[in-house]
């Protein structure tokens, strides 16, 4: 069945509107404390969290916050209009002792009050949720609540040590939307036991859980993890470059017909942790190519739903960009459905695409 059933006419023809993503948060909007371990039953086969976040896992949160304090009161306060979030990353933040989590929140009433921050999130695991906390931090200002689910295939969550199962994972996100709060989603493409199917089908559960946001992390395989060693013997093989792109560029594409953004398609760039890879797929520009690759898709779809041989496509100028993929390699697939570059237009204005 097709996704789109927005099919608008045009005088004497029709015209198809869909989604084509939208711009990534602006540099700056987003000020993130990263509390690598903290508050972690255990280490996972393939986390590598000091690397991935530039700071050692020998901190504690004390030190981390009195660290960040600094920076945070030297923002100006936000205007009119203007947001800015404050973002506990890494560790499980519910998980952490009474007096550490009261310190965090303690941090955002005080950059709450100065209005040098207006909204702030978390992240945690889905069994990390009693109610007690949750409503801590829906009294203290956390809008939203980010669970590090990776996958609601029970092998894939037994095979990396996860800790909880499939059910356990849709319990936690419904224990987030129930206590008011929103709801963000990361899923780990990749991981031991997944597969293209398999994520596919953990992309539709968390579309189905009425998530404010999704991020997808590949899998990737860092030096000091079980899951080099796993590597090194044969046993796990990860995804390649052009298999994670053609899968999160379905993925992608169905999270933009559910109307749901994906923040995040691969690990943010981090000397310490890019020199401790020994494989997955690292590519540059890789959410640019997972973005060309669901927009192309989003393209066919509406295609068939116009159910004629479009002349002209509309776009969003940000897709210009990543329109073609790397060097070019899908002007071939967009010639196929009757696209030359003479026949795409980009417009400041758009906010979907519009396919005539």
């Known amino acids: 069945m097709s996704h789109f059933s927005h099919v608008v006419p045009a005088e004497n023809a029709r015209c198809v509107h869909f989604p084509a993503g939208e711009r990534q948060y602006r540099a700056g909007r987003i000020f993130p404390v990263f509390l690598p371990f903290l508050g972690c039953p255990g280490q996972c086969v393939y986390c590598a969290q000091d690397r991935q976040t530039g700071q050692g896992n020998a901190r504690g949160t004390a030190s981390i916050l009195s660290a960040v304090r600094p920076g945070l009161e030297q923002l100006r306060p936000c205007g009119t209009g203007e947001e800015r979030?404050?973002?506990?990353?890494?560790?499980?933040?519910?998980?952490?002792?009474?007096?550490?989590?009261?310190?965090?929140?303690?941090?955002l009433h005080d950059m709450r009050q100065s209005g040098r921050i207006t909204h702030a999130r978390c992240s945690t695991r889905p069994d990390a949720l009693p109610p007690s906390v949750l409503k801590e931090l829906s009294l203290h200002g956390i809008d939203l609540v980010e669970l590090g689910i990776q996958s609601f295939d029970d092998k894939a969550l037994s095979l990396s040590r996860r800790g909880y199962t499939g059910k356990d994972a849709e319990a936690g996100c419904l224990a987030v939307t129930e206590a008011g709060l929103r709801l963000g989603i990361q899923l780990l493409p990749g991981m031991p036991g997944s597969s293209p199917d398999i994520f596919l089908a953990d992309v539709r559960k968390a579309l189905s859980l009425s998530p404010a946001c999704l991020r997808?992390?590949?899998?990737?395989?860092?030096?000091?993890?079980?899951?080099?060693?796993?590597?090194?013997?044969?046993?796990?093989?990860?995804?390649?470059?052009?298999?994670?792109?053609?899968?999160?560029?379905?993925?992608?594409?169905?999270?933009?017909?559910?109307?749901?953004?994906?923040?995040?398609?691969?690990?943010?760039?981090?000397?310490?942790?890019?020199?401790?890879?020994?494989?997955?797929?690292?590519?540059?520009?890789?959410?640019?190519?997972?973005?060309?690759?669901?927009?192309?898709?989003?393209?066919?779809?509406?295609?068939?739903?116009?159910?004629?041989?479009?002349?002209?496509?509309?776009?969003?100028?940000?897709?210009?960009?990543?329109?073609?993929?790397?060097?070019?390699?899908?002007?071939?697939?967009?010639?196929?459905?009757?696209?030359?570059?003479?026949?795409?237009?980009?417009?400041?204005?758009?906010?979907?695409a519009t396919l005539f």
């Open 216 to 352: 997808f992390y590949p899998c990737l395989v860092p030096e000091g993890t079980v899951l080099a060693r796993w590597y090194r013997e044969g046993s796990y093989r990860p995804w390649t470059v052009e298999e994670t792109v053609r899968t999160l560029g379905a993925a992608l594409n169905m999270a933009w017909q559910a109307r749901v953004p994906v923040i995040r398609l691969a690990v943010a760039p981090e000397p310490a942790f890019d020199k401790a890879l020994l494989a997955g797929p690292r590519h540059p520009a890789l959410g640019a190519l997972i973005q060309a690759e669901a927009l192309l898709l989003a393209a066919q779809d509406a295609a068939d739903a116009l159910g004629k041989k479009p002349e002209m496509l509309v776009l969003p100028r940000f897709c210009q960009g990543f329109l073609y993929g790397d060097k070019g390699a899908l002007k071939a697939r967009w010639r196929l459905l009757g696209l030359r570059p003479e026949r795409i237009r980009f417009e400041e204005t758009a906010h979907e």
């Open 85 to 107: 979030e404050l973002a506990f990353y890494g560790g499980t933040f519910t998980a952490l002792p009474d007096a550490d989590r009261a310190l965090c929140l303690d941090l």
